[in-house]
């Protein structure tokens, strides 16, 4: 069975600051990993995809398949990231469900 | 750029009640998804949905539960008798092609059972 960990579900910091939202996965075959963010009264949005290794809005995740992690960075946070972040892994094959964590909210304080 | 839409926004209905909520997915994608979020909860996988038939179901997509594509554009879930365990926001999402992962994910209905 496949399962996502977000083990914050709140976190807060100042803008500026670096942020890492923590995730972390139990999947028996090659995953493919997902950050999506969900900004208020907005609907989910994909943020990054690990197979593209891009930065999206200064954020960058690593798979390390060691740790089974796939945690969210950014080095200087800002104000407009306030939002909710979803982890999400999917299973691949014909379907390619998505399989979310329970989500962390993070809030940029001024 | 073009997005999922789904109607309505928000529906309330009496315990047992059927409901049809409705999604309009990208005009050129071919796979198509329903999860639901129950308030504080994560968001679950309930059904995709691949050339005119169900490709994979969850646990909690029993019998009272069915999709349809009645048409080109349309992608509707049906909940038959509706419990009060299924107020919850319920997502359409869809995808291009195998190739394409990324999921596009419609604004959410918000479904009150009472």
């Known amino acids: 069975a496949q399962r996502v960990t977000q083990p914050e579900k709140l976190l807060s910091v100042f803008k500026g600051a670096p942020v890492e939202l923590k995730c972390n996965y139990s999947?028996?075959?090659?995953?493919?990993l997902f950050w999506y963010v969900q900004y208020s009264r907005q609907r989910l949005q994909l943020l990054l995809r690990h197979i593209s290794r891009e930065s999206i809005k200064g954020f960058t995740a690593d798979l390390n398949k060691g740790e089974t992690s796939f945690h969210l960075k950014k080095p200087f946070a800002q104000e407009e990231d306030s939002a909710m972040y979803y982890c999400?892994?999917?299973?691949?094959?014909?379907?390619?469900?998505?399989?979310f964590g329970k989500g962390t909210l993070l809030t940029v304080n001024p | 750029e073009p997005e999922v839409t789904q109607t309505p926004s928000h529906q309330v209905t009496q315990m047992g009640q059927e409901v049809i909520l409705r999604c309009v997915p990208i005009s050129n994608h071919l796979y198509f998804y329903w999860y639901r979020q129950i308030l504080g909860q994560k968001v679950e996988f309930l059904v995709s949905?691949?050339?005119?038939?169900?490709?994979?179901k969850s646990e909690i997509f029993d019998d009272q539960f069915s999709v349809e594509r009645p048409d080109g554009s349309n992608f509707t879930l049906k909940i038959r008798s509706t419990k009060l365990e299924d107020s919850a926001m319920y997502f359409c999402?869809?995808?291009?092609?195998?190739?394409?992962?990324?999921?596009?994910f419609g604004p959410g209905t918000r479904l009150l059972v009472l």
């Open positions: 999947y028996s075959g090659s995953p493919e």
């Open positions: 999402a869809s995808r291009r092609t195998l190739g394409q992962e990324t999921q596009y």
């Open positions: 949905f691949y050339n005119n038939e169900i490709s994979e």
């Open positions: 999400a892994l999917s299973s691949g094959g014909s379907n390619y469900k998505l399989t």
